[in-house]
Every structure is written in structure tokens, then in C-alpha cells.
């Protein structure tokens, strides 16, 4: 499974952004498809996570309420709308895929299997 995350860049605190992870090789059905993040100097941390064939979605506190994720199964694509941004959104932001299925939504980088290259998001007070 090949991950190629997009849709990074420069915003105003308080505007919106949204991130693209397209995904290609094997179908990963009903698997588990996450975002998560990494400032400078900080350990990489859960964003939200989706199921690939759709369904509830898990979020962060810290995101609960600004941000969606999102997927299109004939695009191959996850999305994360990120809305009302704030300064410390900033960081590089990795979408992720669990290989194999499993019945809760995880929320540990080690439970997953696939990565994108990331994709920087700075936001400007």
C-alpha cells in the first residue's frame, strides 16, 4: 500500500485547509485510515481516524469540533478538513493506514502499517 499525502501549506490562524491521502496498491477494504501530526521538538500524535468503508470517526480532543476526516472509496482518497486553525496546528501531518483489520479505531503510530510522507501545515497568528 503506497500513501501520498497533499493539500499542506501556509494559513491565517483561524482559516481553513483541507488534506488529501491517496492511496494505491491493495484494497484496503475495511480497514482503518488515520491522520496524525508532528511539531518540532514533539512526539507524532493521533488526528483522526476513519474506517475505510465509512462509518463513525474518531478524533482528538484537541481537534474534536475543527476538523473532519473524511473518504472517497472511487477516489482512493482520505480527507481531513481542518477548520478554525490555530497556531499550534502546526506541524508535519502524516496520514496512515492500519494493515489489517480491526474492530476499534487505534490511535497509537505503532498500530500502523502504512505512511505517507507527510505534509507540512503552518499556521500564521
Known amino acids: 500500500v503506497q500513501l501520498q499525502a497533499s493539500g499542506g501549506g501556509l494559513v491565517q490562524a483561524g482559516g481553513p485547509l483541507r488534506l488529501s491521502c491517496a492511496a494505491s496498491?491493495?484494497?484496503?477494504?475495511?480497514?482503518?485510515m488515520g491522520w496524525f501530526r508532528q511539531a518540532p521538538g514533539k512526539e507524532r500524535e493521533f488526528v483522526a481516524a476513519?474506517?475505510?468503508?465509512?462509518?463513525?470517526?474518531v478524533y482528538a480532543d484537541s481537534v474534536k469540533g475543527r476538523f473532519a476526516i473524511s473518504n472517497d472509496n472511487a477516489k482512493n482518497t482520505v480527507y481531513l478538513q481542518m477548520n478554525s486553525l490555530k497556531p499550534e496546528d502546526t506541524a508535519v501531518y502524516y496520514c496512515?493506514?492500519?494493515?489489517?483489520?480491526?474492530?476499534?479505531?487505534?490511535?497509537?503510530?505503532?498500530?500502523?502499517?502504512?505512511w505517507g510522507q507527510g505534509t507540512q501545515v503552518t499556521v500564521s497568528s
Open positions: 476513519i474506517r475505510w468503508s465509512g462509518g463513525s470517526t
Open positions: 496498491g491493495r484494497t484496503l477494504s475495511n480497514n482503518v
Open positions: 496512515a493506514a492500519v494493515g489489517y483489520y480491526r474492530a476499534y479505531y487505534p490511535r497509537g503510530q505503532g498500530e500502523y502499517d502504512y
